[in-house]
């Protein structure tokens, strides 16, 4: 079997037992394989980019930025109000803007800001915090 498909494997069942795990509450959140693909289609273009070019970051900020998206699912599907959700959206947003700013803003382009969007406006709306139209992240997000 080739390396990149067990890495790829071991990928998808890590993060299918971590949000797993992170859904043992009983609120309207839904964690669902959707949120898995969104964060292996970020980080899949993330790392096909690197392939073609020779970006400001490398497969550790990678890494990094797939962790703060899934702490951040981890955290909202556990909040308990719509004001710890916006905290825990600002937290995030403040996040992503460091490691982009460690990146020399190179980590997130115009793709990957709409799905990093995507990911963090979902999971809001899916607590019934926000919609699907509003861009909770704006307020915060220099990326």
Known sequence: ????????????ITLSLFFASCNTNKSSFNMNTIYVEKLNALEAS?????????????????????????????KISESKSKV???????S??????????????????????EQI????ISAAADKGYTTL???????WREW
């Open 117 to 120: 969007a995507d990911i963090i």
């Open 1 to 12: 079997m080739n390396i990149k498909l067990v890495s790829t494997y071991h990928l998808i």
């Open 46 to 74: 993330m790392i096909s980019y690197m392939k073609e070019a020779e970006p400001s970051y490398g497969h550790d900020d990678v890494n990094k930025c797939v962790d703060i998206l899934k702490e951040y699912l981890q």
């Open 92 to 113: 995030t947003v403040i996040s992503m803007n460091r490691l982009n700013e460690k990146c020399d803003y190179g980590l997130i382009e115009t793709g990957e800001r």
């Open 84 to 90: 710890e959700g916006e905290e825990i959206v600002e």
């Open 133 to 139: 139209e509003e861009d909770i992240t704006e307020e």
